[in-house]
């Protein structure tokens, strides 16, 4: 597939900014999947391809060097990309984020962070084992200045209802009421459900994005999305990139409170700091520039 007929159609386009979601076409290669899944089992057992001085920090998101034994249970790995050569070419492919650009009308798009998530097999949905509660990514972000930014959520084989797929709720980017959906870990969506704040009066419609391997599904920072439990018999595994426009920037809510530092993302304690004494969220290190308009993609 040449380039321009894996971007997204003008109608595309304008559908995601309806909607808050896109599904791609068959992007990436077989190969390029099969490297990534190499690369999480190569991460699962404690062996990381490239190490960094804050590879063992506990402090820097979560998962991080255990075991990984337990293959009832469900887990998301950040930073994965960093430590994994085969999921960093996956999370890095510059089609992704010509999508991105795409999608949001960014001139450039930076790398924000990423998580490798494994959905354990549950007997039942009414086990709820692996369930990610509905929840907005910005909401985790609440540095970030920019309302511009995008998840490419990208599976590792073919994903359906019975295999837990991604389901986001149509047109939700616009329900910007929800402060309290930092609900990843919540895993009663009822609950979530009955919370929500809808506040443009729209009905709650849910869209399971069933993808076959290859293909990649975005959806906006503020897209409401989560996923229910996997009843196949096999593990679901996905890795979701989260990228920044070019224009993002640090924001210091501290002075909400008085039991500071609150508002803190694991990236504030490795990034470089700005002149200014702030997190640097364009610092090449963690952020690298993937797109800028007007690149040829490689
Ligand atoms: O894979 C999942 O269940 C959740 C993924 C997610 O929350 C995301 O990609 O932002
Ligand atoms: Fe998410």
Redesign the pocket.
């Known amino acids: 597939m040449n380039e321009s007929d894996a971007m997204p159609s003008a109608q595309d386009i304008a559908d995601y900014r309806e909607n808050g979601y896109y599904v791609s076409k068959k992007i990436l290669s077989d190969d390029l999947i099969a490297d990534a899944i190499e690369g999480s089992e190569r991460l699962y057992r404690g062996e990381y391809d490239e190490r960094f001085p804050w590879s063992d920090n506990p402090d820097v998101d979560r998962s991080f060097g255990v075991p990984f034994t337990d293959r009832t249970r469900s887990r998301?790995e950040g930073y994965a990309s960093f430590h994994s050569f085969g999921l960093r070419a996956l999370a890095r492919q510059p089609i992704i984020s010509a999508i991105a650009a795409a999608l949001t009308g960014a001139t450039e798009i930076r790398y924000w962070k990423d998580?490798l998530?494994y959905?354990a097999p549950a007997a039942s949905p009414a086990e709820r084992e692996?369930?990610?509660g509905f929840?907005q990514?910005k909401r985790y972000w609440p540095t970030c200045r920019s309302d511009r930014m995008i998840?490419?959520?990208i599976p590792l084989h073919d994903c359906s209802t019975r295999n837990?797929?991604?389901v986001v709720i149509k047109g939700s980017h616009r329900w910007r009421n929800n402060h309290a959906l930092v609900t990843?870990d919540e895993t009663n969506q009822d609950y979530i459900k009955s919370k929500l704040i809808n506040s443009e009066g729209e009905d709650l419609v849910e869209v399971p994005l069933q993808l076959r391997r290859g293909q990649v599904s975005f959806?906006d920072c503020y897209t409401i999305?989560?996923?229910y439990p996997n009843v196949s018999d096999a593990p679901?595994r996905?890795l979701?990139?989260?990228l920044q426009d070019g224009e993002n920037r640090y924001r210091d809510l501290n002075f909400l409170s008085k039991a500071k530092p609150v508002y803190k993302h694991s990236h504030d304690l490795i990034c470089r700091k700005a002149d200014n004494g702030f997190p640097d969220y364009s610092d090449p290190e963690i952020f690298p520039t993937l797109y800028r308009a007007g690149d040829a993609l490689a």
């Open positions: 998301a998580q998530i959905k692996g369930v990610t929840h990514d998840t490419a959520w837990g797929c991604l990843f959806h999305h989560g996923s679901r996905a979701s990139v989260h």
